[in-house]
């Protein structure tokens, strides 16, 4: 049953795929054709991409190999990380003092990566304020993100089994222009006065605006980017940063699930051949060995 | 130290930043290698080539970003290149329109349409810049002001990025120069001479280090080498006294603090 | 069905987009030039629905007089008027949309990332301890870093922008490309996720 639904969604998609490109082609008769480099035969493979191919297929590999050790019941060391684990202090902390929580998930929109990944934290948080019965304030940079964190937080406090303290008003789009946004949440800082912030999503100038805006209301603050030119002014202003990939590790550590803690092996796997593939060039390229090196070229 | 009122420190920075723009010391700029290159790079376009300009910025980081834009222009149209404008960032096209008509139109009297474009913002981010990659006249059908890019003299003959000499991107974040590095130029490998926030700069080191950025000016700091390089100082020459004297009162900040923090360590065993 | 469908979408518009990197078929160029024309397309209804969004939101906050509803009322009135200035009056150089863009809207955001200015200052003082060796090296190249970038570091020392530009292309190049490094195959391996229906969180709920 299950594999016919899947045929036929997998067919309808393809006819939807095919009349549209033929309606798409039909209105582009009059338009002017595409510029297509033509460099001799047609080519079905890029060959001057062989080593970005091999690679990303390597890193593939490891990412679903581990995954299925996971799923097996294999089961994978991941370090602490403070900022994760702080989380939950802060909600309990803004729970004693009778204040609400602020989560701000970046400024991008819903393709960006990190605002998923955002959502995903998102939804841990909201189980945790419902538990606890805290209001959570979040405010929204893009139109798009907003039914995300609207369904998110709503199936948090669902999960929770406190589904009639889900309150739709705090989830607040304020604006999509960056200081705008950023105005109007140094503005619920300073008025309603949360006694936890997290930061957690794709920031950019903003972002020492806002944590020093919370800094002064005396909110612990929790901040985590991977736009690694803003992680210096949250280290500054945040009681705890994550940086980089330990926000993208966020989703296995807090579920624990096997398939993200799987994943999240491959990558570590993958850095450690980077490693050797750096040191070995590095060595050989002291020796005046440049072949390898060359290899890793973007051509 | 948590008591002290940081309104004072507020007060200091306002002053020392505000005396030198109203009173300049007059401190001599020192070009960088970074900045050095990008001029080269601009240098090397024959005379009279098409090029295209990615302006990626909006009124927030215009006092950073929009003097380099200004003096990137000065150097184009100083050999006659012809320039094709466009925006990722929705707030830019008002700025581009504001460069391109102080630079071009009032300095050296060049034509809209003629002598340059401003195609105006495409939405799409990445999206956006793969498709100018492919095509430009597919992702800009009309211009900023809705006319048909047929019918306009300097889009004549332009459809791929590949036919142009050089790319010049001024950005303030994402969509910007990296995403155009990693989607155009890693793909096209057309020269790209990338202008960001001094905050961004040294994310993009290692694309200058690597070739895959042929300059690079960061910041208020590079926009005042660079307006040297044309020889046209501008806003940001006038702004490096006050950004020398803001670096020193940080500095005296951070000595201060520690000062402060040790002595009261001290105190209180 | 209501999970399934967008699973499949991404799976195949997803996979579709990195083969279109490695092959350069004509045939695949232009499928994948199409696609990208429908993502722009769609992405620029998100604007459409911010403008809708905007003027519910605050549209109810209005009238049922919630909390800080007063400031709805200027955002509205400014949200109105800047889209009929625009629309009927043009957006070219000497129209109230454009003037009031350049006058209003520019200094006004100049402003607002003019504060970092201020509480970088007060972050400084306030946070930048030498309690180690570590933070005391990081106090040292931060002066020196400062200092290099400006005329004034020259004018103190010479030496001061070379050395200055070593910690640029040296230290900081080699941290900057192992967090980068990191980063970029953590969004990989997400993406990879997304691709292959592992993570759908992005879905909402149940």
Redesign the interface.
């Known amino acids: 049953m299950r594999s016919t ?2 045929i036929v ?2 067919s309808a ?2 006819l939807l ?1 095919a009349c ?2 033929v309606l ?1 082609a039909a209105a582009q008769e009059s ?2 054709a ?4 033509s460099e001799g035969p ?5 060959l001057q ?1 062989l080593n ?2 091999i690679v ?1 297929a390597v ?2 590999i490891l ?1 679903l190999v581990f ?1 299925r050790q996971a799923a097996k019941g294999a089961s994978f060391f991941i370090r602490k990380i403070a900022g994760l684990d702080a989380i939950e202090e802060a909600i309990g902390r803004a729970t004693e003092m009778g204040k609400p929580v602020l989560y701000v998930p970046g400024i ?4 960006n ?1 990190q605002t ?2 955002s ?2 934290i998102l ?1 841990n948080v909201a189980k945790l304020v419902a538990r606890y019965e805290t209001p959570l304030i979040v405010p929204v940079c ?3 993100v ?3 964190a609207e ?2 937080v ?2 948090g406090y ?1 999960d929770a089994g406190h589904p009639e303290a889900y309150n739709p ?1 705090n989830i ?2 304020l ?5 705008a946004f ?2 109007g949440v140094d ?1 619920i800082m300073l ?1 309603e006065k949360p006694a936890a912030n997290l930061f957690l999503g ?1 920031f ?2 903003e972002s ?2 806002l ?2 805006t919370g800094f002064s209301t005396g909110a612990i603050q929790i901040a985590g980017t ?6 210096p ?1 949250f280290v ?2 945040c009681d705890y940063t994550l ?3 330990e ?3 966020a ?1 296995a550590y807090l579920s624990r699930e096997a ?2 803690v799987g ?2 092996r ?2 570590d796997w ?2 450690i051949i ?1 490693i050797a593939a750096i040191v070995t060039g590095a060595v050989l390229e002291t020796f005046g060995v440049t072949a390898f090196t060359r290899w890793f070229t ?1 051509q | 130290m948590e008591k002290f009122d940081r309104r004072y420190i507020f007060l200091a920075i306002l002053l020392l930043v505000l005396v030198p723009l109203l009173f300049p010391l007059g401190l001599p700029i020192r070009v960088s290698h970074e900045v050095q290159s990008a001029y080269d790079a601009v240098a090397r376009v024959p005379d009279g080539s098409k090029v295209y300009f990615a302006a990626d910025y909006d009124p927030a980081t215009m006092p950073e970003l929009h003097p380099m834009a200004l003096a990137a222009l000065d150097q184009l149209f100083s050999k006659n290149c012809k320039v094709i404008g466009a925006c990722l960032w929705p707030a830019c096209p008002p700025l581009l329109e504001d460069a391109f008509r102080r630079i071009g139109e009032e300095r050296y009297g060049k034509k809209y349409g003629v002598d340059f474009v401003n195609l105006g913002y495409k939405p799409g981010n990445e999206v956006a810049i793969v498709s100018v990659g492919r095509s430009i006249r597919a992702t800009f059908p009309t211009d900023f002001y809705g006319t048909p890019i047929d019918s306009i003299e300097v889009m004549k003959g332009v459809d791929s990025i590949t036919g142009l000499a050089i790319l010049v991107n001024i950005s303030a974040g994402y969509p910007g120069t990296k995403e155009w590095v990693q989607q155009v130029q890693s793909r096209y490998h057309i020269e790209l001479v990338a202008g960001c926030t001094a905050v961004s700069t040294p994310e993009y080191y290692p694309y200058f280090q690597s070739g895959q950025l042929v300059g690079l000016i960061g910041g208020m700091a590079g926009a005042a080498e660079y307006e040297k390089l044309v020889k046209r100082p501008g806003t940001a020459s006038r702004g490096m006294d006050a950004q020398s004297l803001g670096h020193l009162a940080l500095i005296a900040f951070i000595v201060l603090g520690n000062v402060v923090y040790f002595t009261s360590k001290k105190k209180t065993p | 069905m209501k999970k399934e469908i967008p699973l499949l979408i991404t799976a195949i518009f997803g996979s579709f987009m990195i083969v279109d990197y490695f092959v350069p078929h004509p045939a695949v160029s232009l499928v994948g030039e199409t696609l990208q024309q429908w993502a722009i397309i769609v992405i620029s209804f998100s604007y459409v629905l911010g403008v809708a969004n905007i003027a519910r939101i605050n549209g109810q906050k209005i009238s049922k007089r919630s909390k800080d509803w007063p400031f709805a009322v200027p955002l509205l009135i400014g949200l109105a008027f800047m889209l009929g200035a625009g629309i009927f009056g043009g957006i070219g150089e000497g129209t109230l949309f454009n003037d009031f863009f350049l006058y209003a809207y520019t200094p006004m955001s100049g402003t607002m990332f003019s504060l970092l200015a201020f509480f970088i200052a007060s972050a400084a003082f306030r946070s930048f301890r030498v309690r180690t060796v570590e933070a005391g090296l990081l106090a040292a190249a931060a002066i020196i870093v400062m200092l290099g970038r400006v005329p004034v570091g020259a004018e103190i020392w010479d030496k001061l922008p070379a050395v200055s530009d070593w910690i640029n292309n040296v230290p900081q190049m080699a941290a900057k490309r192992a967090i980068m490094i990191g980063a970029s195959l953590g969004a990989i391996s997400t993406g990879l996720k997304v691709i292959l229906g592992l993570e759908r969180n992005y879905l909402g709920g149940e």
């Open positions: 639904k899947a969604l997998f998609s393809f795929l549209g490109l798409t338009a002017p595409p510029t297509v480099p047609v080519r079905w493979f890029d991409r970005i191919a990303v890193f593939f990412v995954i991008d929109d819903v393709n990566i998923i990944y959502m995903v939804g893009r139109a798009f907003v039914p995300l369904e998110t709503k199936q669902l008003n607040r789009y604006s999509d222009e960056q200081f950023t105005a503005g008025r794709s950019f100038a020492l605006v944590a020093e991977a736009n690694i030119h803003q992680l002014f500054v202003a940086i980089g990939e926000f993208f590790a989703t398939k993200l994943t999240l491959g990558s993958m850095k980077l973007v």
